[in-house]
């Protein structure tokens, strides 16, 4: 399961990769960089990967854990009679010198409070607001 993949990294795992596009991280000087294709799968991947890698820092400074670096790789299919998801399933890679137990503890939260998976997980309506806006003749 590794369509429409997207990579993203902070800390030490921050990608030096050429096609690596780099953002400003709340929770880290350095920065965040997003390994993806600009396709709305792509996107909706990007949207549940980011937030779990900002979930985990923000669930480690709760916890006191500390983190040197994560790595959220996120990807998933769609039925392509219906463009509709298959799921998405998400992998995190962590740096730190905490305890397998707790770094465990750190994920298992994570993976309960992370707001776009469970978003994504409960379903929500997306609709066109009526009226175009276009330029003014």
Known sequence: MNQFEVIVGAGSF???????????????????TVQADFTGAHLLH??????????????????????????????GDFDTSTWTSTGIAYHVELNSPASPDDLARLLTEVDTVAEIPRAIRAGAPVHRRPGFVGPQR
Do not use: K, M
């Open 46 to 75: 990007l949207a549940a990967a980011g937030c779990v890698l900002n979930d985990v820092y923000r669930e480690a400074a709760t916890l006191n854990i500390r983190v040197d670096g994560v790595q959220v790789t996120a990807a």
């Open 14 to 32: 921050r990608s030096d990769s050429p096609g690596a596009v780099r953002f400003p991280h709340r929770w880290t000087p350095e920065g965040v």
